[in-house]
């Protein structure tokens, strides 16, 4: 039994795991639909076609497959990784596809050892393993990785990482450290600028755990930051000098909030008006350029909410259902549905949330102070897709997080159960003891 209990505590047999199921899923795809030809958007969308301009020669630009410019639609790390793919495997090949999709892989089965790491020190050995063993098989995990050449698990893995060494270093006074989270970060953010949203809460949580036991925190907080603005420095600079102070970190938010609130909208964004689907927005982008169409869209989409905020409210309700359940609809219309396989994945879905809330319950009961970077992950990162359109994909950043809260609730029930059986036998056994 020691044996066992080593086998599946291992990080490494975890991430073997987790590795070998996504190659397998891969694997069947392949048999199943066979990847044919070499057509732009035949994957990768719009980082695809960033990542073919840079491997031409182009630079970073022309996200719609057509010349159109210099483009902040992307933040810049995947769209390099997969220039550098196609550089050397081919632009749009059957090699560069298999050669991504494979890497995705490797980043989604790494993600297993920062959740390890992250459950261990907030946790213990129990709740980081079964978070761990729930990654490896999480339908999204697998999924998402094999089918979406996108940066979800790289953003996974970066952020998972970037959380833990929040609580890492808290201890810690050498610079290199505090430099080394800035970094990572920074890194976080250009793989993802909506990781964005969760720095300021977690890098003030860590300062004011030092600042609380009495440690300096000023020096190393300031270092962090000025590590972080260093990382995502040149990029904000590029677009600053480019689009002449008007985008930041991306370009494309005003596309993304007016294709979840214009008139017609169903219940949670219209995916048919998307340049890529919609041949009339495809050449309004090109006619009038990428940052004067982005902000046609914004205008567009604030109008809309200002006038309709009814329907924007029922938008948004319906996007944060789809957030944690997967779907936009009512549990008892799908249910009704009487599909087995659609079933299945409506129990999964509700299941892993609400043990995440029980996870976040315990945690928060246990210790409220460290519990609050995992409360700022669920609670502030899913805001703007509630604002804009949302996807499952969308949420799989932290879905770490959420695996791991998951285990927690199931170790601390199991901890509860077993207290409960063990306290019952001993009272049964006090009980059958003859009174002397």
């Not at 066979?34 to 840079?54: K, V």
């Not at 999709?101 to 946790?123: E, M, V, W, Y």
């Not at 050498?174 to 949203?197: E, P, T």
């Not at 914004?298 to 006038?307: D, H, P, V």
Request: with cysteine; aromatic share 14%; glycine share 6%.
């Amino acid at each position: 039994m020691k044996r066992v209990g080593s086998f599946l505590k291992s990080g490494a047999i975890i991430f073997t795991v987790a590795l070998l199921a996504r190659l397998f899923y891969l694997l069947f795809l392949l048999h199943s639909a066979p990847t044919h030809g070499s057509q732009h958007f035949l994957y990768g969308g719009e980082t695809g076609s960033i990542a073919a301009s840079i491997a031409s020669g182009h630079g970073f630009s022309s996200p719609l497959s057509a010349p159109s410019g210099p483009t902040a639609w992307m933040t810049p790390v995947f769209p390099y990784i997969l220039a550098a793919i196609f550089k050397i495997f081919g632009i749009f090949t059957l090699r560069s596809n298999l050669v991504i999709r494979c890497l995705d892989i490797l980043f989604s089965a790494l993600t297993s050892f920062p959740i390890l790491f992250l459950g261990r020190k907030l946790f213990g050995e129990t709740a980081a393993v079964v978070g761990g063993w729930i990654w490896a098989f999480a339908p999204a995990a697998i999924y998402f990785p094999v089918v979406w050449v996108w940066d979800m698990s790289l953003s996974a893995l970066a952020l998972t990482a970037a959380l833990w060494l929040c609580y890492k270093i808290e201890n810690r006074d050498d610079l290199k450290s505090w430099s080394l989270l800035g970094f990572v970060w920074g890194f976080a953010v250009l793989v993802n600028a909506a990781i964005l949203s969760l720095f300021p809460g977690s890098l003030a949580f860590v300062l004011y755990s030092r600042r609380s036991r009495g440690s300096a925190w000023l020096k190393p907080g300031g270092l962090a930051l000025l590590a972080f603005a260093i990382t995502i420095a040149p990029w904000i600079i590029r677009n600053e000098i480019l689009f002449h102070g008007q985008v930041v970190l991306r370009s494309n938010f005003g596309l993304e909030l007016w294709l979840g609130n214009n008139p017609e909208v169903p219940d949670t964004w219209t995916w048919w008006l998307h340049p890529t689907g919609s041949r009339k927005e495809y050449q309004e982008f090109f006619r009038v350029g990428e940052v004067a169409y982005m902000q046609e869209k914004t205008t567009a989409a604030i109008q809309f909410i200002k006038s309709h905020p009814t329907e924007v409210l029922r938008f948004q309700a319906h996007r944060f259902l789809e957030t944690w359940t997967g779907n936009s609809d009512a549990f008892t219309d799908i249910w009704n549905t009487k599909d087995l396989a659609l079933r299945a994945e409506l129990l999964a879905n509700y299941s892993l949330t609400l043990l995440m809330l029980l996870g976040l319950l315990f945690a928060y009961r246990a210790s409220p102070l460290n519990s609050l970077p995992l409360l700022n992950a669920v609670v502030i990162f899913p805001i703007p897709y509630y604002l804009c359109h949302t996807n499952p994909r969308y949420r799989h950043p932290i879905d770490p997080v959420i695996v791991l809260l998951a285990g927690y609730a199931c170790a601390q029930i199991v901890r509860i159960v077993r207290s409960r059986i063990e306290s019952g036998n001993i009272t049964q056994h006090a009980k059958a003891q003859p009174v002397r």
